[in-house]
């Protein structure tokens, strides 16, 4: 493999410390090694009066799998002028808001993300997540199946069977090679397979007696008790609603009490997804309004929680989540069509497009709702940047929300163009911020934040000799002023350099390599449990559609770059 | 002495079994006997074991003769065919892999191809349907546990999904449909009187062609307004029967097939049958389904849509994916001449389209692949025969409910025969020498 | 001699089914396929027996098939061929923009052809498009 050198760059580094010195960074056989290890042979990047920092990472967007598809197959129209040709090995590519594998794959390499998390895995469905995964060049993906609304979990935790509840999620997670426990909407899915919901952290589930709040808290003590890298994952009850800020903080208080366990220096219980949707105050759309500060002073204040954004965009894009209930009740509200998958046993998903329209007083506030909450963080290493892709904005908006963090006369130039700017401005806090977040914060936001909160800190998200060489060079100077903020959003658009495992995939803001994929999965062993074993045989034989024998994601054509994460929890 | 092969997956229909038992020889080169599978599956395995199987590609003489080339002879002329042309037409892929699939689309990318599925006489109308209106859906799983209303609308499954009542819709005991059959409403709409419909508790003999209105109809007396006296051959008063007996259910499905994609109103149609279902979820949930034909055309479209963005009917010849049924669809490029090279994988259109279409066909460079001997290789100059698909070799196929499921190889294909995926690397890796590094 | 009109539909049998799974090449697709179901008040109006070869004529060509009587009416006015080339030989391929073709609706005229043969499905085919074969 080559070599690499990468001179006299500011280097942005949390996880050591490095606060834009300038430095090198050498690369060696796929890894990052000392700057005297490389040989002469090594080819030089000049990266002076740039930007240089480990490759970003995704915490949370979907992007592989089957609402991502039905999106893709639903709406021709996302792509229209969007396609670039096929070049050499590169693959034709299309798409705006639900891209094609290949154009998710080079768009966030282009713009130095070099990992990325699928936010939602049906578990029936994980052989389809993966064969996109699979087709998805050049970063690492991992998936994380949905657990929330799962017969096993809920039958199991009516009981309070925490080693049962932890069994069966190392079956499934080594079943789906999933990485991690994330729940949606936990008990409203199932109940929407009746038409209902479940609103509140109490709302008992039709006919499994059991309540969302009882559910995650189950969840939690599974996690930790297998000791699993990345902590539950969590979209709560009543998302989109005027008001639910209360939901969502009887959802955080859920964690008081439970600390993590785990041998990969994750210090969270429970991490809060697109938090920006679950923020809202009012009791209807009139009177609608931000409540970020309250979440967020709840959040600084409480350690064991991390929490991603969910930026709004401003955008036209297409929704969907495992909500099934929500995604009804939002084409009831848009009239735009509705594609709905109820997954027998496990789920649901429902998809649906939107139109964030700056001209419309509560998309402007979700807006503003977004940028306050990494605005208002104060440890900007438990607050990472998403726009939950593609509900809030499509993941190619980052370098236009780094804009907005990272300048306020960006922000207060939105501000001012949108229609209702008045009213947006009394409804939410945005216009009186001035703080403005710096590489640093950037860099903890984008990468030793979510590496740490994944369980990923020793492998990628920072420059450590011995870590995987993903490395982002961009032309942007810490030094000199930023005269006009739209310099900000065109570096962090299209980065100089990026290594992805020591492989240079993107050069001056192109991409000239496919890389090397990897699947990121979890290998958790547990104590032999036949009960569960027998439990998930009954349930094959009596209520699934597809034998058990045929369930599993194994195989070269579905993974074929596997990264396991060995766990073990059976001592 | 002989062994049994379990949960092996049926590559028949878009039902995709996966309980399927087959008995094969202690070599693994027989297969002998076929469990569980209906009768168009178990002829399907048993077939495969034909004496007289073509097992070596076949090009046409000037004289009309065959004369058997070898498989890199074979890939030799593909390659050739599918480089030269301007925009050549690759049709099928419902009847192979996912593995395939890919690899025919990488292909396809480099000739400029225009890629279709047989979704273009099928379930085609289905999408645009879909792209007009969204489909709200489940798992065939949720049916068997949870549904206590079901209507075949214009499908026929005890002749095209032999097993779908009992496996899925009708008869199956799931959790809260305890008592099987006698939890269910089953009504059917058809213009004969199937062998679907004999065993339905209400039979809507519609008039054909008028499935439209009658759909319409359904969604007035939801709403309980006024009707004429008759609609599509049906009373009002049995339309407002079938319209309470929808919403009185806990959880309903709409199956389609055929009858309604069709027909002259076509995607209209769909685009009614999905506003009923989406107005049913105003009383009580209600999903729909179409009834997918080859097991894996479900699966073409998924790949396609993940690959380039839209699901059939993809015209990759100038550089970047297009998508315009009526347009870029097979049977209207085929129609205006419009294609300079035929290349068929995993379906039969010489029997399955409007003669008209097989005659262009006919008239252009072609090649077949298919392990059987059909129409399409009847009119085609080159024939390669292939391993099937969910026999003699495994991958990964899509049911009609989008859940994917990986077939299991159950016995070995004759000596030297390649499997789709094997023979489209070898001309993939010659299309590339021809079209050099770009 | 007597012509009935009628609307043709096709579509999927079992029969038909098993006999692509055996061979296109094979007689017992024609059997299957090779067929046009009718109502028996329509085999009356025809003035035709059970298991008759009919000619099968609408706009846009003709073929020789055998009808018999439906086991899946009464549907009088509605005549049924399995899908395969005989059914594909007359459907209208019109697609009106939509990518599909009318298969189901295509008005037809059906008379008594007692002394034409039904061909094989693949030999059908060729014929009509011309393939010379050896």
Same mark, same amino acid.
């Given at each position: 493999?080559?070599?690499?050198?990468?001179?006299?760059?500011?280097?942005? @580094?949390?996880?050591?410390?490095?606060?834009? @010195?300038?430095?090198?960074?050498?690369?060696?056989?796929?890894?990052?090694?000392?700057d005297?290890?490389?040989?002469?042979k090594?080819?030089?990047?000049?990266?002076?009066?740039?930007?240089?920092?480990?490759?970003?990472?995704?915490?949370?967007?979907?992007?592989?799998?089957?609402?991502?598809?039905?999106?893709?197959?639903?709406?021709?129209?996302?792509?229209?002028?969007?396609?670039?040709?096929?070049?050499?090995?590169?693959? *034709?590519?299309?798409?705006?808001?639900?891209?094609?594998?290949?154009?998710?794959?080079?768009?966030?390499? #282009?713009?130095?993300?070099?990992?990325?998390?699928?936010?939602?895995?049906?578990?029936?469905?994980?052989?389809?997540?993966?064969?996109?995964?699979?087709?998805?060049?050049?970063?690492?993906? $991992?998936?994380?199946?949905?657990?929330?609304?799962?017969?096993?979990?809920?039958?199991?935790?009516?009981?309070?069977?925490?080693?049962?509840?932890?069994?069966?999620?190392?079956?499934?997670?080594?079943?789906?090679?999933?990485?991690?426990?994330?729940?949606?909407?936990?008990?409203?899915?199932?109940?929407?397979?009746?038409?209902?919901?479940?609103?509140?952290?109490?709302?008992?589930?039709?006919? /499994?007696?059991?309540?969302?709040?009882?559910?995650?808290?189950?969840?939690?003590?599974?996690?930790?008790?297998?000791?699993?890298?990345?902590?539950?994952?969590?979209?709560?009850?009543?998302?989109?609603?005027?008001?639910?800020?209360?939901?969502?903080?009887d959802?955080?208080?859920?964690?008081?009490?439970?600390?993590?366990?785990?041998?990969?220096?994750?210090?969270?219980?429970?991490?809060?997804?697109?938090?920006?949707?679950?923020?809202?105050?009012?009791?209807?759309?009139?009177?609608?309004?931000?409540k970020?500060?309250?979440?967020m002073?709840?959040?600084?204040?409480?350690?064991?929680?991390?929490?991603?954004?969910?930026?709004v965009?401003? @955008?036209?894009?297409?929704?969907?989540?495992?909500?099934?209930?929500?995604?009804?009740?939002?084409?009831?509200l848009?009239?735009?069509k509705?594609?709905?998958?109820?997954?027998?046993?496990?789920?649901a998903?429902?998809?649906?497009?939107?139109?964030?329209?700056?001209?419309?007083?509560?998309c402007?506030?979700?807006?503003?709702?977004?940028? %306050?909450?990494?605005?208002?963080?104060?440890?900007?290493?438990r607050?990472?940047?998403?726009?939950?892709?593609?509900?809030?904005g499509?993941?190619?908006?980052?370098?236009?929300?780094?804009?907005?963090?990272?300048?306020? #006369?960006?922000r207060?130039?939105?501000?001012?163009?949108?229609?209702?700017?008045?009213?947006?401005?009394?409804?939410?806090?945005?216009?009186?911020?001035?703080?403005?977040?710096?590489?640093?914060?950037?860099?903890?936001?984008?990468?030793?934040?979510?590496?740490?909160?994944?369980?990923?800190?020793?492998?990628?998200?920072?420059?450590?000799?011995?870590?995987?060489?993903?490395?982002?060079?961009y032309?942007?100077?810490?030094?000199?002023? !930023?005269?006009?903020?739209?310099?900000?959003?065109?570096?962090?658009?299209?980065?100089?350099?990026?290594?992805k495992?020591?492989?240079?995939?993107?050069?001056?803001?192109?991409?000239?390599?496919?890389?090397?994929?990897?699947?990121?999965?979890?290998?958790?062993?547990?104590?032999?449990?036949?009960?569960?074993?027998?439990?998930?045989?009954e #349930?094959?034989?009596?209520?699934?559609?597809?034998?058990?024998?045929?369930?599993?994601?194994?195989?070269?054509? /579905?993974?074929?770059?596997?990264?396991?994460?060995?766990?073990?929890?059976?001592? | 002495?002989?062994?049994?092969?379990?949960?092996?997956?049926?590559? /028949?229909?878009?039902?995709?079994?996966?309980?399927?038992? !087959?008995?094969v020889?202690?070599?693994?080169?027989?297969?002998?006997?076929?469990?569980?599978?209906? =009768?168009?599956?178990?002829?399907?395995?048993?077939?495969?074991?034909?004496?007289?199987?073509?097992?070596?590609?076949?090009?046409?003489?000037?004289?009309?003769?065959?004369?058997?080339?070898?498989?890199?002879?074979?890939?030799?002329?593909?390659?050739?065919?599918?480089?030269?042309?301007?925009?050549?037409?690759?049709?099928?892929?419902?009847?192979?892999?996912?593995?395939?699939?890919?690899?025919?689309?990488?292909i396809?990318?480099?000739?400029?191809?225009?890629?279709?599925?047989?979704?273009?006489?099928?379930?085609?109308?289905?999408?645009?349907?879909?792209?007009?209106?969204?489909?709200?859906?489940?798992?065939?799983?949720?049916?068997?546990?949870?549904?206590?209303?079901?209507?075949?609308?214009?499908?026929?499954?005890?002749?095209a999904?032999?097993?779908?009542?009992?496996?899925?819709?009708?008869?199956?005991?799931?959790?809260?449909?305890?008592?099987?059959?006698?939890?269910?409403?089953?009504?059917?709409?058809?213009?004969?009187?199937?062998?679907?419909?004999?065993?339905?508790?209400?039979?809507?003999?519609?008039?054909?062609?008028?499935?439209?209105?009658?759909?319409?109809?359904?969604?007035?007396?939801?709403?309980?307004?006024?009707?004429?006296?008759?609609?599509?051959?049906?009373?009002?008063?049995?339309?407002?029967?079938?319209?309470?007996?929808?919403?009185?259910?806990?959880? $309903?499905?709409?199956?389609?097939?055929?009858?309604?994609?069709?027909?002259?109103?076509?995607?209209?149609?769909?685009? %009614?049958?999905?506003?009923?279902?989406?107005?049913?979820?105003?009383?009580?949930?209600?999903?729909i389904?179409?009834?997918? $034909?080859?097991?894996?055309?479900?699966?073409?479209?998924?790949?396609?849509?993940?690959?380039?963005?839209f699901?059939?009917?993809?015209?990759?010849?100038?550089?970047?994916a297009?998508?315009?049924?009526?347009?870029?669809?097979?049977?209207?490029?085929?129609?205006?001449?419009?294609?300079?090279?035929? /290349?068929?994988?995993?379906?039969?259109?010489g029997?399955?389209?409007?003669?008209?279409?097989?005659?262009?066909?006919?008239?252009?460079?072609?090649?077949?692949?298919d392990?059987?001997?059909?129409?399409?290789?009847?009119?085609?100059?080159?024939?390669?025969?292939?391993?099937?698909?969910?026999?003699?070799?495994?991958?990964?196929?899509?049911?009609?409910?989008? =859940?994917?499921?990986?077939?299991?190889?159950?016995?070995?294909?004759?000596?030297?025969?390649?499997?789709?995926?094997?023979?489209?690397?070898?001309?993939?890796?010659?299309?590339?020498?021809?079209?050099?590094?770009? | 001699?007597?012509?009935?009109?009628?609307?043709?539909?096709?579509?999927?049998?079992?029969?038909?089914?098993?006999?692509?799974?055996?061979?296109?090449?094979?007689?017992?697709?024609?059997?299957?396929?090779?067929?046009?179901?009718?109502?028996?008040?329509?085999?009356?109006?025809?003035?035709?027996?059970?298991?008759?070869?009919?000619?099968?004529?609408?706009?846009?060509?003709?073929?020789?098939?055998?009808?018999?009587?439906?086991?899946?009416?009464?549907?009088?006015?509605?005549?049924?061929?399995? *899908?395969?080339?005989?059914?594909?030989?007359?459907?209208?391929?019109?697609?009106?923009?939509?990518?599909?073709?009318?298969?189901?609706?295509?008005?037809?005229?059906?008379?008594?052809?007692?002394?034409?043969?039904?061909?094989?499905?693949?030999?059908?085919?060729?014929r009509?498009?011309?393939?010379?074969?050896?």
């Amino acid at each position: 493999m080559a070599e690499y050198i990468i001179k006299n760059g500011h280097v942005f @580094d949390p996880l050591q410390g490095i606060k834009g @010195d300038k430095a090198d960074v050498a690369i060696k056989d796929g890894k990052i090694v000392k700057d005297n290890q490389v040989s002469s042979k090594a080819k030089t990047i000049d990266a002076k009066g740039k930007t240089v920092m480990a490759g970003a990472i995704e915490i949370h967007a979907h992007i592989a799998g089957p609402k991502v598809n039905i999106g893709r197959i639903y709406r021709p129209e996302d792509k229209l002028f969007t396609y670039t040709p096929k070049k050499g090995n590169i693959r *034709m590519a299309g798409g705006t808001s639900i891209p094609t594998t290949f154009k998710t794959g080079y768009e966030y390499a #282009k713009m130095g993300y070099t990992t990325a998390m699928e936010a939602a895995m049906p578990p029936l469905f994980s052989r389809h997540v993966h064969e996109e995964i699979r087709d998805t060049p050049i970063i690492d993906e $991992g998936a994380f199946p949905v657990f929330g609304n799962n017969w096993f979990v809920m039958e199991y935790l009516k009981n309070n069977e925490i080693e049962n509840t932890s069994a069966y999620c190392a079956w499934l997670l080594r079943a789906t090679k999933g990485y991690a426990i994330k729940l949606v909407n936990p008990g409203g899915t199932e109940a929407w397979a009746w038409g209902l919901n479940c609103l509140s952290v109490n709302d008992p589930v039709p006919y /499994f007696d059991i309540t969302p709040a009882e559910i995650i808290k189950g969840l939690i003590e599974a996690n930790e008790y297998l000791g699993l890298p990345h902590s539950i994952h969590i979209h709560p009850n009543n998302l989109g609603n005027p008001g639910n800020y209360t939901t969502t903080l009887d959802t955080l208080k859920l964690a008081e009490g439970y600390k993590a366990k785990n041998k990969f220096g994750r210090d969270q219980v429970m991490h809060l997804t697109h938090t920006q949707f679950h923020s809202y105050g009012g009791d209807n759309w009139a009177n609608f309004e931000s409540k970020s500060k309250e979440i967020m002073d709840y959040v600084n204040k409480t350690k064991n929680i991390t929490i991603d954004t969910g930026n709004v965009t401003l @955008d036209e894009t297409t929704t969907m989540t495992a909500d099934g209930p929500f995604e009804h009740h939002l084409t009831e509200l848009n009239h735009l069509k509705w594609a709905n998958v109820d997954v027998e046993l496990e789920t649901a998903a429902g998809v649906v497009p939107y139109i964030y329209s700056p001209d419309i007083k509560v998309c402007a506030i979700q807006w503003a709702i977004g940028l %306050e909450l990494a605005l208002m963080a104060k440890d900007a290493s438990r607050c990472f940047i998403t726009t939950d892709h593609p509900n809030a904005g499509p993941f190619t908006r980052y370098p236009r929300v780094i804009k907005w963090l990272m300048s306020a #006369k960006a922000r207060e130039a939105q501000i001012k163009a949108f229609k209702n700017s008045d009213k947006v401005i009394a409804a939410t806090h945005i216009a009186g911020m001035d703080r403005e977040i710096s590489l640093y914060e950037l860099a903890q936001m984008t990468r030793a934040g979510p590496a740490k909160s994944l369980g990923l800190a020793s492998m990628c998200g920072g420059l450590k000799p011995g870590m995987d060489a993903d490395v982002v060079v961009y032309d942007f100077s810490p030094d000199k002023p !930023v005269a006009n903020p739209d310099q900000i959003e065109a570096a962090f658009s299209r980065a100089a350099h990026v290594f992805k495992s020591g492989v240079e995939v993107v050069t001056n803001g192109e991409v000239v390599n496919n890389g090397n994929k990897r699947t990121i999965w979890v290998n958790a062993k547990v104590k032999e449990n036949p009960q569960v074993m027998r439990d998930i045989q009954e #349930k094959f034989l009596k209520y699934y559609s597809v034998s058990q024998a045929n369930y599993e994601a194994l195989g070269h054509h /579905f993974i074929p770059n596997p990264y396991a994460i060995e766990v073990d929890a059976s001592q | 002495m002989t062994k049994t092969v379990t949960d092996v997956v049926c590559p /028949f229909c878009g039902t995709l079994c996966d309980d399927l038992e !087959v008995v094969v020889s202690d070599d693994g080169k027989q297969l002998t006997e076929v469990y569980n599978a209906c =009768v168009i599956g178990t002829e399907k395995f048993l077939h495969s074991q034909a004496k007289d199987r073509v097992t070596r590609p076949r090009l046409r003489q000037e004289d009309g003769s065959w004369k058997e080339i070898s498989y890199d002879d074979a890939a030799e002329y593909t390659a050739q065919m599918l480089a030269k042309a301007k925009k050549p037409l690759m049709y099928g892929w419902s009847s192979t892999n996912c593995e395939a699939q890919s690899v025919g689309h990488e292909i396809a990318e480099m000739v400029g191809a225009c890629v279709d599925n047989t979704a273009a006489v099928c379930h085609g109308t289905t999408l645009i349907a879909v792209q007009d209106i969204g489909i709200p859906s489940c798992t065939l799983g949720e049916i068997k546990n949870r549904a206590d209303r079901i209507l075949f609308w214009g499908c026929n499954p005890a002749h095209a999904h032999p097993r779908h009542m009992s496996r899925y819709s009708i008869y199956p005991r799931g959790f809260f449909t305890g008592k099987g059959q006698k939890s269910r409403k089953m009504i059917v709409v058809d213009p004969r009187v199937t062998d679907t419909a004999k065993l339905a508790d209400v039979h809507l003999q519609v008039e054909q062609g008028r499935d439209y209105e009658l759909l319409n109809a359904i969604r007035v007396a939801l709403n309980n307004e006024w009707l004429p006296d008759v609609v599509a051959g049906i009373p009002a008063q049995k339309i407002r029967e079938v319209a309470d007996i929808c919403k009185s259910g806990r959880f $309903g499905i709409i199956f389609f097939g055929m009858g309604v994609t069709q027909t002259l109103s076509k995607n209209h149609n769909i685009d %009614e049958a999905i506003a009923l279902t989406k107005h049913l979820n105003e009383f009580t949930k209600f999903s729909i389904m179409p009834m997918r $034909g080859h097991y894996n055309v479900t699966g073409s479209g998924e790949v396609l849509a993940w690959q380039f963005g839209f699901p059939y009917s993809v015209d990759l010849s100038r550089g970047f994916a297009r998508y315009n049924p009526g347009d870029t669809s097979t049977i209207d490029l085929l129609a205006r001449g419009e294609v300079d090279a035929m /290349f068929t994988l995993g379906s039969d259109p010489g029997a399955h389209f409007p003669i008209s279409c097989v005659k262009q066909i006919a008239k252009l460079p072609s090649v077949c692949i298919d392990p059987h001997q059909t129409p399409t290789s009847g009119v085609s100059k080159l024939h390669v025969p292939v391993a099937f698909c969910g026999v003699e070799v495994g991958g990964n196929a899509y049911r009609m409910d989008n =859940v994917p499921i990986d077939m299991r190889k159950v016995v070995d294909p004759p000596a030297g025969m390649l499997t789709d995926e094997e023979f489209l690397i070898k001309v993939r890796d010659r299309v590339k020498q021809l079209k050099g590094a770009a | 001699m007597a012509a009935i009109n009628l609307n043709l539909i096709s579509g999927r049998s079992i029969q038909q089914g098993v006999a692509i799974e055996g061979g296109k090449e094979k007689p017992a697709y024609r059997t299957a396929a090779g067929i046009i179901e009718l109502d028996l008040s329509d085999l009356k109006k025809l003035g035709a027996w059970k298991g008759t070869n009919v000619r099968v004529t609408s706009d846009y060509g003709n073929v020789i098939v055998k009808a018999i009587e439906t086991t899946q009416g009464p549907h009088p006015g509605i005549g049924f061929i399995p *899908m395969g080339p005989w059914a594909n030989s007359i459907v209208n391929p019109n697609t009106y923009s939509t990518g599909m073709p009318t298969f189901k609706g295509t008005p037809v005229k059906v008379e008594v052809a007692i002394n034409e043969p039904i061909m094989l499905g693949i030999e059908l085919v060729q014929r009509q498009c011309g393939v010379k074969v050896g």
